[in-house]
């Protein structure tokens, strides 16, 4: 940072500037002060600091002054005395404030007459006043990016805000005038609005300190998890807002059958309002989703905008090891003791791996396990696929017959469960013959778990699909059966023609099957019960085995705690995917069963509370600590993966399905969409009817549907060559860095050369130059090697690649230190310079 | 409905449920955030000030706990080291010494207590956090990270027990490997805009380099 080269001359303008007196030479060298930021730590920073001390006590004696002629007086004293408190800690002050305040006399009746001239400002100096009022605000608004003390920022701040609120008010003329003074007031509370608005918001969000007590005894990625189970939580309140506010209230009170899609009836209006129920429930279905995909699309989005360049993190490996495996929250001994434990492995690892990265004992026996254990795992697979399949249709026949056992009618549910709680393990087993890295074994891992309950869930729905069309095939009979008894019943002979018949009690007429309610009752038993199952498992599993490990272990012949059984560790990414399965279900049976949405915020409110208990009491910090942040999105991309193929099937029966015949809120119609048809017809105007017609008109879809794939394409064509443009910016800066080894060595060359011919006569002389090569070109190297590659393109041009090439071909001649006499002697001269200097002589700007 | 995205969560919680009364019942009100303008100058929110404060008296003698005295006086090192969000950390000593402004760097004010937690907020920039990450392992303030910085930051996060240390040749190996990825103009050491260029391209670094009261 050139920074401190710029102070003194700015600080000698400020000075010379005061002296000339006038508000106009002072404001630059105000500007520039507040610009310039210390270097971190550097031995100079203290004199600097001391300087900029002392320039800020002529500058508040400054403001003083001139703040005996200006008009506004509100709250002047308590800022000032503010400002002041901090600086009294410093003892070293008095003196010099003596001298400035005798500078402060002089200057002060040449600050009132200007402040008097203020009227006659003319349009160039408003304009600049305007700029330098907006840099101060800019100033203000980042002030706490700064790395300073509080103390200095406290005095920073106050002068940037006395500076504004002196000179806000003489900007603009007249009319523009108050306006301007309006607008900042207006832009004032805006802030301040938002400040409490955002207090207010991070008040809002639950179990903060349930999450920061799990993240200081697991560490960041455990309470990701507790994170996304709280997020989820929020999304799904807003799904369940929106059902229960435009389904489920307008159709009445609230009964049990109001949980499923059968008990709503197709009346087109609701009441005086008139609210149209079926189009409401058509709407909302559709708007569950859209609001799904739209805050899981977002919140990627703004994750991966976090995310620097993903393809230059590999050159960094030791470094990211070194400088980020810390995880700061760990407050607790023990999950320190683990991350120890795991980063010193880490380290050994990668040095080992660096030392013989390409050594493989025997390729042939670990390709065969691998096979193996693939194909074993496809047949487990495909096993659990068959038995849902099995156990669907095994159901249907069930479902004939009368009175069934309680597990006959649940056995589909109680299958899946036990399938999902069964595998995983199996499936790390069998993963142990493939003798994968640990992180490539838990994408693996993952990715199988991931197939089991998609396979489990699609198999599910394909049975539950054979099911709906079986159930509508016999519907079209009962539909039959219910018009004949329907009209025998109205044109039965001995009844008064005039008088009209109450209409036949529904229990009398046979009634559908109503296939959406059955799906909805599926889909609701298969939430319930998997929610049980993963309750049980944990109480099992993680509660049992602790409480089992903690008691039996003084009278074991082992230790129980250390040995076979131990503590369970909290299985993030099983609970992940369970999680974004779980809602996958919700999504699909949502429309099915608008109820099922509260079913989940239910479920997902105890689980927040059972989970969190379960972490604390009976699980253990992982012995390998995962990175949480790449896991954000990974788990997001498996959310989106997940509501997307969940939207499939609903789409599907939405757009192809018949509804049933007699029941539900779109019965009697041939499709459910035809809703927004019926809706568009009756109740908009005409012209409207027109326009979505028109719109609706293959000609105009097919257009827009390319259109999109151009846009798509041309996106892409243009992301491409950003990232080509990337990677030739990179190829640049590492052709720099290419300069700068060789500038150095050539220098160095020359310098041992010089000082081997001075060594005969003159050494010191010799050290001398030496010490002056060496302290100009870090100087220039950090100048040059900025990380911003656009600051460096510009300056970089063809030619000095050209150069570089052939000093860069003869450098390996030049370059090992050690092999060299000449430049063996040069070495050790430096080291003890640069060591020394480190304490004693200021060192070159970095 | 709690803010939708994963990484919201992590400010602390409100000053109001925070959890531990200090002895004495402060008058909040009198610790309005936007007199100090604190709130201008950190990340933290109004709650997570006042949490501070709380957190801060708890850690002063009795007699001192009132509104003008804690804001003047200064906690030692050790008081500090004992909050228990800090207790595991091995940087903890150097964190400390970064944040003090006391001429002997032995000793926090709040005001410097303040800037510490605004710095390992949530919120901060990931520059700000680079650049005291960058202050903290230097361990011997010479403004670069040069060899004995880089090993006692090993020493540091290989923790103190003797079967997790490296050995010398390890250790050897591990720096020459760091300083031939991130010390890019070949000076032997790390400077400040060097660390950063790395640090930039981290993905874990901004999610972990957080201490939440």
Known sequence: TGDRSGRRPSKKRALRAEGAAGRRGAQPGQKERVRGSPGPGSPRRKQAERRRHREELGERGRSSAERTCSERRKDRRTSFKEQRAPSKKEKEVPRKEETWKRLKKHRSPSLASSASRRESLSEEELARILEQVEDKKKLIATMRNKPWPMAKKLTELREAQEFVEKYEGALGKGKGKRLYAYRMLMAKKWVKFKRDFDNFKTQCIPWEMKIKDIESHFGSSVASYFIFLRWMYGVNLVLFGLIFGLVIIPEGYIKYSALFYGYYNNQRTIGWLRYRLPMAYFMVGVSVFGYSLMIVIRSMASNTQGSASEGESTNFTFSFKMFTSWDYLIGNSETADNKYASITTSFKESIVDEQESNKEENIHLTRFLRVLANFLIICCLCGSGYLIYFVVKRSQEFSKMQNVSWYERNEVEIVMSLLGMFCPPLFETIAALENYHPRIGLKWQLGRIFALFLGNLYTFLLALMDDVHLKLSNEEKIKNITHWTLVNYYNSSGWNESVPRPPLHPADVPRGSCWETAVGIEFMRLTVSDMLVTYITILLGDFLRACFVRFMNYCWCWDLEAGFPSYAEFDISGNVLGLIFNQGMIWMGSFYAPGLVGINVLRLLTSMYFQCWAVMSSNVPHERVFKASRSNNFYMGLLLLVLFLSLLPVAYTIMSLPPSFDCGPFSGKNRMYDVIQETIENDFPTFLGKIFAFLANPGLIIPAILLMFLAIYYLNSVSKSLSRANAQLRKKIQALREVEKSHKSVKGRTTARDSEDTAKGNSKNATQLQLNKEGTTPHSAGQSQTTDPKAQAPGLSSSAIMVTLPASRHLPVSRPPGARPDSGHARPQTHPWRSASGKSAPSPPH | ?213
């Open chain 2, 1 to 213: 409905m709690p803010e939708p995205s994963l990484r919201a969560g992590l400010h602390c919680g409100a000053g109001s449920r925070g959890g531990r009364q200090s002895g004495r019942g402060l008058p909040e009100a009198s610790l309005n955030p936007s007199r100090f303008a604190f709130q201008d100058l950190t990340f933290l929110t109004k709650q997570e000030i006042l949490l501070a404060h709380r957190r801060f008296c708890e850690l002063l003698p009795q007699e001192h706990r009132s509104m003008e005295e804690s804001l003047q006086i200064r906690v030692s090192l050790e008081q500090i080291l004992s909050l228990p969000e800090l207790k595991a950390n091995p940087f903890k000593e150097r964190i400390c010494r970064v944040f003090s402004t006391s001429p002997a760097r032995d000793s926090l004010s709040f005001e410097d207590f303040l800037d510490l937690l605004s710095v390992f907020s949530d919120t901060a920039t990931p520059d700000i956090k680079s650049h005291y990450a960058f202050r903290i392992f230097d361990f011997d303030d010479d403004g670069t990270l040069n060899r004995e910085d880089l090993s006692q930051l090993v020493n540091c996060l290989t923790g103190q027990g003797e079967d997790t240390r490296l050995s010398v040749s390890e250790m050897k190996q591990l720096i020459d490997n760091i300083l031939e990825e991130s010390d890019i103009d070949r000076d032997g050491t790390i400077n400040l805009s060097e660390f950063q260029h790395v640090i930039s391209r981290s993905p874990d670094f901004a999610s972990s380099f957080k201490i939440v009261l």
